[in-house]
């Protein structure tokens, strides 16, 4: 619906619904153009809880935003608080749908490049209306942020389950690098675009891209010092080691993508070579 039946349908001037919008209570419309908005049910159902809230009087911007946030957390009625049942479901059902929203916006950005991607987009694919997608993210930065969060999850924890069992040093390393290699795989235009996002003058790309490179190598740090304490590893550098390891299974795993030339153990074996055996102490490494 445009503005005016908004107005209509809510009883709530379009000056006010303008203040709401820049003030974040009311969460976007969707726009088809610099003069183009259409707003949808959850935008009527969200202007008459702020009505009920207020009932006619003045209130504190500060204060109706921190109300709004509780209207949203809080179940609909005194029966639900006490229906644990019920409060698991609902949670794992917005859990659900956070996650197919996440999916979705991972195709749509690897496709379309996170400026062209339109919010409308994510929804698109998805048959989900824009109200809907405010109920979960305020824009689409914090939804590519939590993009990149993900992926980071997934590599990790991919990682860590993969490794268990393998007491070897030079086995696990290849695990983590096999692990690395099929996310960087699926994931890399994501990551490129995040490090694209570092020549804006925003300070968010580069606390990310830290705390990524970081996340990703201090498994890695944790086994090199395991390794020098036992002794299969002679005394370097762990975080230094770490990172010229991600760094090279990175820019290889960019070699593999440009033909057909190496294969994935290729590359394992080059750098075991390059690095790893080097490492170690005793028959297996050159020291």
Not at 123 to 149: A, M, P, W
């Amino acid at each position: 619906m445009r503005i005016k039946e908004l107005e209509e349908r809510s009883g709530v001037p379009r000056t006010t619904i303008h203040f709401y919008l820049r003030q974040g209570i009311l969460h976007p419309p969707h726009k088809t153009g610099r003069t183009m908005a259409y707003y949808d049910d959850s935008h009527v159902q969200r202007l008459k809880e702020i009505s009920q809230l207020k009932k006619g009087a003045r209130v504190p911007i500060v204060f109706l935003k921190a109300r709004m946030e509780s209207v949203d957390a809080a179940p609909t009625s005194p029966a639900e608080a006490y229906d644990v049942t019920k409060t698991v479901a609902t949670t794992k059902e917005k859990e659900r749908k956070r996650q197919e929203i996440i999916k979705a916006a991972i195709r749509v950005f690897s496709q379309k490049g996170y400026h062209q991607t339109k919010i409308v987009d994510i929804t698109g694919s998805l048959k989900i209306s824009t109200g809907t997608f405010y109920l979960y993210y305020h824009n689409k930065r914090e939804l590519f942020i939590e993009v990149i969060d993900d992926v980071f999850r997934n590599i990790v924890g991919e990682a860590a389950a993969a490794i268990k069992g393998e007491n070897d040093f030079l086995e696990r390393m290849r695990i983590r690098g096999r692990v690395f290699y099929k996310n960087y795989t699926k994931y890399s235009e994501i990551l490129n675009q995040l490090r694209a996002e570092l020549a804006s003058e925003e300070q968010w790309p580069a606390e990310k891209i830290k705390k990524i490179y970081h996340g990703l190598t201090r498994p890695v740090v944790r086994e090199i010092e395991a390794g020098i304490k036992d002794g299969s590893v002679r005394e370097i550098d762990p975080d230094l080691l770490a990172y010229a390891l991600t760094g090279l299974i990175e820019i290889m795993s960019l070699r593999l993508s440009l033909d057909k030339k190496y294969n994935l153990e290729n590359i394992m074996d080059f750098i075991a070579d390059l690095t790893i055996n080097r490492m170690m102490t005793g028959n297996r490494g050159v020291e």
